[in-house]
């Protein structure tokens, strides 16, 4: 009974989305629609569960003393600072403190994290175009045409350079790509297809 | 007068008809999309000679307008006024026309439900095949056969695993099949009695890996090894878990990490971050445009649909591996339609190209 009652809603509820995907009339448009603000609606409750646990860890962390269990308590200071300012604040979280608290302190840390991109790109574009084998020699011949033909001085130093990444981007590129995003799709419903059936369970834990 | 009168009506002729595949609830007036006239009115009437009533307007240039506001079962009639330096006009009028239910979306059941049909009918024979009892074999996944080294590589350096299951939550495909593939890694870890990390970036998922790898340890005869604490929910940002999980790999310095799920931009970080601390990485996402990524910075990549194969694949069951069986002979034919549709195409033939026209 554990697996059976969780099987039959999966499988009764995305049956139905799926048929109901090829049936316009209202009524299961709306059944669907419903379906799909069921989910909106209990994710929003695991928001305070997801809360919960980070303070339950944090906390856990701090009464051990555990290490580095300071920057739980600047987490948590911070998320309750966060949480005071959004509800009690004036304003709330349009008020001025919520705000600078999200442009000054939040926004460039997050900015900071973005970024390292341009860094690692360069560490891991390195690495890739290493010319061990045939295949990396092609990735790397491919790699230096489109960087030359993306900048100014590409075009200056051989007029035909951005044509020739138009066509490098554009036919092998797309044609690659379109190749895997099949494969992605038909992965996919093949995956629909045994999770509505029950054959793959192993996401409730598997088992019988 | 009568003369120039037909003139001006018969200078822009509209056509309005029940709007196809939908519940019956709109209208469809379409007209020549080079009209180069001004903005018009779009006029509804039950009398096909008085009553005219504006129901909107459409831009210059539009050339379709749908009357989502017909009632169904009665008779209308539309017609478009415009106004230029000569004048008001208007253009002829159409119908009657009728909005009707249509219980099915024929467009979508003929070029998506057989297509869909097609693949699961080759599926359920491949996995009847398997059930049989004859032997199904499928190509060898690096990848995935590499899972078993690399937690085994992590007991013996006495080092966690890390488990990232992307930053989508579980109404995404691709973390439904991360854990799939996390309860294997769980079963394995659990066995081993090594620490698996799994932060996640939303509380359900953590809901649902605490649930996966607490089952796994059950399994594997090793439920004391289970810690809720190491399956945590971190944060919804993007970049707050990105950067919590980079603090987790180097404080940690766990020996394998597996990056398998829905990634975007945090995908070279994680990546790069864990080659940094020299752990062995076992990545796999259907998002295409990060694969490169991982590609160049992991040690083995699931592509695409490797990471809906994985669970299968991992499982050995006859009946799952039957339906990889039957994904791949999908495969096969969707490439026989393609180059069927390409040669069809160059001779000038087109009805194997108008079967899939996108028309509604």
Sequence with gaps: ?208 | MFWIGFLIISALNIEAFDTPNDDGSSITITWPADTNLPVMEIMRSLDPGRGFEKIGDVALRDSLFQDAAAARGKDYFYRLRWTDPEGEKFSNVAGPVRARIQLLNFFRLRNIGLLIAILFAVIIFYIRHARSGKKVTIRRIPGLTAVDDAIGRATEMGKPVLFVPGIMDIDEPQTIAAMSILARVAEKTAEYGTTLFVPTCHAMAMTMAQQVVKESAIRAGRPDWYNIDNIRYLTDDQFGYVSAVDGIMLRDRPATNFYLGSFYAESLILAETGHSTGAIQIAGTAMSDQLPFFVAACDYTLLGEELYAASAYLSQEPVQLGSLKGQDLGKFLFIAIIIFGVITRLLGWNFFYNLFSVQQ
């Design chain 1, 1 to 208: 009974m554990k697996r059976t009652i969780p099987l039959v809603i999966v499988f009764t509820c995305g049956f139905f989305m799926l048929t109901a995907f090829f049936i316009p009339v209202r009524f299961v448009q709306d059944m669907s629609q419903m379906l799909q603000n069921w989910y909106v609606g209990v994710a929003a409750f695991f928001v305070f569960i997801g809360i919960i646990n980070l303070i339950k860890i944090n906390l856990e962390k701090i009464q051990r003393k555990l290490r580095d269990w300071q920057y739980s308590f600047i987490l948590l200071g911070f998320l309750f600072f966060m949480m005071f300012a959004g509800f009690v604040l004036r304003g709330h979280t349009a008020g001025p403190v919520f705000q600078y608290m999200f442009n000054y302190f939040y926004t460039p840390c997050s900015a900071t994290m973005f970024s390292l991109l341009a860094f690692f790109v360069a560490s891991a574009s390195f690495r890739a175009f290493r010319a061990k084998t045939p295949e990396a020699t092609l990735l790397l011949i491919a790699a230096v045409i489109v960087m030359i033909g993306r900048i100014p001085v590409g075009y200056s130093i051989w007029h035909g350079f951005p044509s020739l990444v138009e066509w490098i981007m554009t036919v092998p590129n797309t044609a690659a790509n379109r190749g895997i995003i099949f494969g992605i799709n038909l992965g996919l419903i093949s995956m629909a297809l045994r999770v509505l059936l029950g054959i793959e369970r192993s996401y409730m834990g598997g088992g019988d």
